[in-house]
């Protein structure tokens, strides 16, 4: 890999609102941008002329290039990072992997379901060895502004990070914050960084409590119906992911840690007044305005059935978890379980957690070659 990164080349799988707002945060920053997305078309409907607006957080105008294949965006790229809805992780995968050279790093926003794991075991497959970098979040939340517009909404001042094989953390670390800032955090392995992401149980709580508003279309903001009733729910949810978590030993921050990091409102016990504070300054925008939302259809395959599957893995059974995941299966009459396909496509349920913890360090599930760890 060029040890200059003062200036990088950075494809990016995606055209969606956080790919949208990476490109100008990333242009903005002096580097050179490629999108991509596996069903064609610009950035968030785009403009003509390819230029892409962001406004919110950052005010800025850049012209990214449009890759019009996996294999072109990797051929651009000494950077890649895979920013799309986590049902388009194993797609995205399979379509980059057979072109991801070697030493080229692989950015993973948000990593969902051991995705890391799937994508690593596709490069050491061919012989290739590259950091994979799994991200716990994004390190921006962003939303669409119309077409070729983001609004940039908040930079998260801290993001959990992990970089498989765990020999390449100090490499990737350094990528993270050449292109970034110094915003990153490394957690304790892949398991840490599972066990990090607090949107999946959030969403959780949210869409179940707010589904009629969802289901007929209202107009609700969504900070101000996350009620003291509903940021009870968040803790309780927020608690089993933190016994699992304590179970293996390892160190993750709190749902409470996250809203303050991530919206820059003043931490307190109390979730139901940092949400008050969120109100205050006007933050969080509405909340989904369809059933047929990445709250529910992404978050509870790719967020909430992982959890679940790894507390019944660690012994620590995440009831209420494993509760919200069945009213949502009975409400949506789909079987969410069966939805993930990166868990199907490791055959999840044959790992013992040492050896699923192994994985996470090694960066594939694949049994290590004689000599190598």
């Known amino acids: 890999m060029p040890k200059d990164l ?6 990016i799988a995606g055209t969606g609102a956080v790919a949208s707002g990476y490109a100008a945060f990333l242009a903005s920053n002096g580097h050179d941008v490629a999108l991509w997305s596996p069903r064609g078309g610009p950035a968030l409907g785009g403009k003509t002329d390819g230029t892409l607006i962001a406004v919110g957080m950052l005010e800025a105008e850049c012209r990214p290039e449009l890759a019009a294949s996996a294999a072109e965006l990797c051929e651009f790229s000494d950077v890649l990072i895979i920013a799309l809805p986590a049902f388009g992780h194993k797609m995205v995968m ?13 950015i993973i926003s948000s990593q969902s379901a051991f995705g890391a794991l799937y994508l690593g075991d596709l490069l050491t497959a061919r012989g290739i060895e590259a950091p994979v970098i799994a991200w716990s979040t994004t390190a921006l939340t962003a939303k669409a502004a119309g077409p070729g517009k983001v609004n940039i909404g908040s930079v998260r001042a801290r993001v959990d990070i992990c970089t498989l094989p765990e020999a390449a953390s100090e490499e990737g670390l350094g990528i993270c914050r050449k ?33 009629t508003r969802m289901e007929k279309g209202e107009t609700w903001n969504q900070v101000d119906n996350m009620t003291p009733m509903i940021a009870r729910l968040l803790e309780a949810l ?31 016990p109390d979730l139901s007044e940092m949400f008050a504070g969120m109100q205050r300054r006007g933050l969080g925008g509405n909340g989904p305005v369809t059933p047929d939302s990445r709250y529910v259809t992404e978050d509870v395959p790719y967020g909430i059935v992982p ?35 990166l868990l199907e496509a490791l055959d999840f349920s044959r790992f013992t957690l040492t050896e699923l ?10 049994a290590p070659q004689p000599g190598r760890a």
């Open 6 to 11: 003062s200036r990088r080349r950075v494809g």
């Open 94 to 106: 399979d379509a980059l992997a057979p072109y991801v050279r070697t030493g080229q790093p692989v």
């Open 179 to 211: 292109l970034f800032g110094d915003r990153f955090l490394v957690c304790d392995g892949l398991l840490a960084v599972a066990l990090s992401n607090v949107n999946a149980q959030n969403h959780l709580g949210i869409a179940l409590c707010n589904l």
């Open 238 to 268: 927020d608690r089993e992911r933190l016994a699992i978590a304590h179970s293996l030993g390892l160190k993750v921050r709190s749902v409470h840690e996250h809203f303050h990091l991530s919206y820059h409102v003043p931490e307190s």
């Open 307 to 341: 959890i679940v599957a790894l507390g019944d893995l660690a012994g620590c059974p995440a009831a209420l978890h494993g509760s919200g995941l069945d009213i949502f299966c009975a409400l949506y009459g789909r079987d969410f379980r069966r939805e993930c396909d």
């Open 357 to 366: 913890a192994a994985a996470g360090r090694r960066g594939t599930t694949r």
